[in-house]
């Protein structure tokens, strides 16, 4: 008898010790929202949040809003609900997602978003829309000589795209011979066909008509479409943005017009998020991952073009040792 308790409980210790180690215990559970997985940035975008999650030994919880915003913000509610350690907006409709934030910040719920910023979440990824929407407005501006009309397709919904549009605008009004004939808002729903269709009309209606800038990707591979098509590739140049496949296809087409994109590493964008994640989950609390996390992260800003890179601007990130040393290597350093 004596034995048989001794085994019995050695079974007992063995099995609480095995349900408490880290590695077997019940894994934390994230929620990702995506309003759409229809591209390349999106899907991308989902398999960098969700892998770097999962091989850190999380349990990733996707929702697809399928295009629908609403439906979007109730799949974020609902994370709430189901009682998720933390949650991740990857892009969407900035401004739909300020209360829904809140809700998470009052729940101690932590939030990471991709490509906005929201008043309830503790830290944000995104490349640098605003440095991305003035290389494209440059673009434009030598592809165009300073000169003609511009039709611009964008989504000023989503935060990320009203800051490339009112860069690219900063960047156009430098030259008054520069003038936007014509706006139009493309969502999510057959991009490519309602901007092919948009830039014809415009087309039409400007025959002088000289660049296009599309604020997200597929619009721009509509407005190239449109402009093949109609054999204006002499005339005028396409300014746009992402990375997707048919858009990197297209820009290297021979008979492609002159055609710049701004890209973004998406699948980097999920890493970043997902590591961003992961910190705010470790420092377990809201208060402590707010004030241990960077507010937000930028990921590599890219140029994508068929000619005219030479005009590209780039940025260099240097210590003060690294400047004095790459600017004033024949200088004694004065520290």
């Not at 003035?134 to 003609?148: A, H, I, P, Q, T």
């Not at 009112?166 to 991009?191: D, Q, Y």
């Amino acid at each position: 008898m004596k034995r048989y308790l001794t085994i019995l409980c050695f079974v007992v210790l063995t099995a609480m010790l095995i349900l408490s180690s880290p590695a077997l215990a019940q894994k934390k559970v994230i929620g990702v929202s995506h309003l759409w997985l229809g591209n390349d940035w999106n899907i991308y975008l989902f398999n960098g949040i969700s892998k770097t999650l999962e091989s850190m030994g999380y349990e990733v919880l996707k929702f697809n809003a399928q295009g629908d915003t609403a439906n979007q913000v109730a799949g974020m509610e609902n994370f709430i609900t189901k009682g998720v350690d933390g949650a991740i907006i990857a892009g969407g409709e900035g401004h739909a997602f300020r209360d829904v934030s809140k809700a998470y910040d009052k729940a101690g719920i932590p939030l990471v978003a991709v490509d906005m910023v929201l008043p309830g979440g503790v830290a944000f990824t995104a490349t640098n829309n605003w440095e991305g929407g003035g290389k494209m407005g440059m673009f434009l501006v030598n592809s165009m000589r300073g000169e003609g009309k511009v039709l611009m397709l964008n989504l000023p919904s989503w935060d990320s795209i009203r800051q490339r549009a009112e860069a690219s605008r900063l960047v156009m009004k430098e030259f008054p011979g520069i003038t936007i004939v014509a706006e139009h808002e493309v969502g999510v729903h057959e991009p490519i066909e309602t901007a092919k269709s948009i830039t014809k009309a415009t087309i039409r209606a400007n025959p002088d008509l000289k660049g296009v800038i599309a604020t997200w990707g597929l619009p721009g591979i509509g407005a190239a479409q449109a402009v093949m098509e109609m054999g204006l590739q002499n005339q005028i140049a396409v300014a746009t943005c992402d990375s997707d496949r048919p858009l990197v296809q297209l820009i290297n087409d021979p008979k492609a017009p002159p055609f710049m994109a701004y890209g973004q590493d998406s699948y980097t964008l999920g890493v970043i998020a997902g590591k961003l994640m992961d910190k705010a989950i470790k420092a377990g609390d809201i208060q402590k991952a707010k004030a241990s996390l960077p507010l937000l992260s930028f990921g590599p800003t890219l140029v994508i073009a068929n000619k005219g890179l030479e005009q590209v601007s780039t940025v260099k990130v240097w210590t003060p040792d690294q400047a004095w040393e790459e600017l004033y290597s024949d200088q004694k350093k004065p520290w």
